[in-house]
């Protein structure tokens, strides 16, 4: 089992930027599992914003968030980052970190993600 948590959420005006993080533990096998950040708004369906593979740390973003999104990771700590600058009200969500399975190819669909977080808050005001 793969066990993620996110951090990092929050109230940030928009124009502003913030930087969220997600921490992976357990039997992981994270350096070989793609990774992405999904988000949820109240009423709304899971949307994806981004993900990098594990091969060739490929990324793929989703086209509400291009230019203004960056995700990275980092192999060795298990961590998986998501920069937000240029915030819109319309990015308030909450945001989930979500990994798949190992040796696993990156995908924008959350059916092929086997783990996930319980979700940071990100509200961004007018």
């Known amino acids: 089992q793969v066990q993620l948590v996110e951090s990092g959420g929050g109230l940030v005006q928009a124009g502003g930027s913030l930087r969220l993080s997600c921490a992976a533990s357990?039997?992981?096998?994270?350096?070989?599992?793609?990774v992405a950040w999904f988000r949820q708004a109240p009423g709304k369906e899971r949307e994806f914003v981004a993900a990098?593979?594990?091969?060739?740390?490929?990324?793929i973003y989703g086209d509400s968030v291009k230019g203004r999104f960056t995700i990275s990771r980092d192999n060795v700590q298990n961590m998986a980052y998501l920069q937000m600058n240029s915030l819109k009200p319309e990015d308030t969500a909450v945001y989930y970190c979500?990994?798949?399975?190992?040796?696993?190819?990156?995908?924008?669909?959350?059916?092929?993600?086997?783990?996930w977080g319980q979700g940071t808050q990100v509200t961004v005001s007018s």
């Open positions: 357990g039997r992981t096998s994270f350096s070989t599992a793609a």
């Open positions: 979500a990994a798949t399975g190992a040796l696993r190819a990156v995908t924008m669909m959350t059916s092929g993600y086997d783990y």
């Open positions: 990098k593979a594990w091969i060739d740390a490929s990324t």
